[in-house]
């Protein structure tokens, strides 16, 4: 078992930045992808950013492209996501995942093995 914990969401004007954090505990000792998904009240959660277990590959949603950046910590059992220039759009709960998977992170909701609990983003126009 793998056990996900986010931080850092909260409430931002926007055009602003926020920066969310992910520690991972339990089963770490194996090659786990992670990646962000968000959902937004009335909506489907949808992806937002993924890291494969070596950090080599990174995907991002079309939405976020340019303005989020993920990043890991594997000595750490940690992932992040920087975000900036943010959007009223960006309001959701943003949820943190996990893939049992060496290769290519996931970008389908269905494909990842563990999730945290959620932190709450709100964008202020």
């Known amino acids: 078992q793998v056990q996900l914990v986010e931080s850092g969401g909260g409430l931002v004007q926007a055009g602003g930045s926020l920066r969310l954090s992910c520690a991972a505990f339990?089963?770490?000792?194996?090659?786990?992808?992670m990646g962000w998904f968000r959902q937004a009240p009335g909506k489907e959660r949808e992806f937002v950013a993924a890291?494969?277990?070596?950090?080599?590959?990174?995907y991002y949603a079309d939405s976020v492209k340019g303005r989020f950046t993920i990043s890991r910590d594997r000595a750490k059992n940690t992932v992040s996501l920087q975000m900036n220039s943010l959007k009223p759009e960006d309001t959701a709960v943003y949820y943190c995942?996990?893939?049992?998977?060496?290769?290519?992170?996931?970008?389908?909701?269905?494909?990842?093995?563990?999730w945290g609990q959620g932190t709450q983003v709100t964008v202020s126009s």
């Open positions: 995942a996990a893939a049992l998977t060496l290769g290519a992170p996931p970008r389908v909701r269905s494909e990842y093995d563990y």
């Open positions: 339990g089963r770490t000792d194996r090659s786990i992808a």
């Open positions: 890291i494969s277990w070596t950090g080599i590959f990174t």
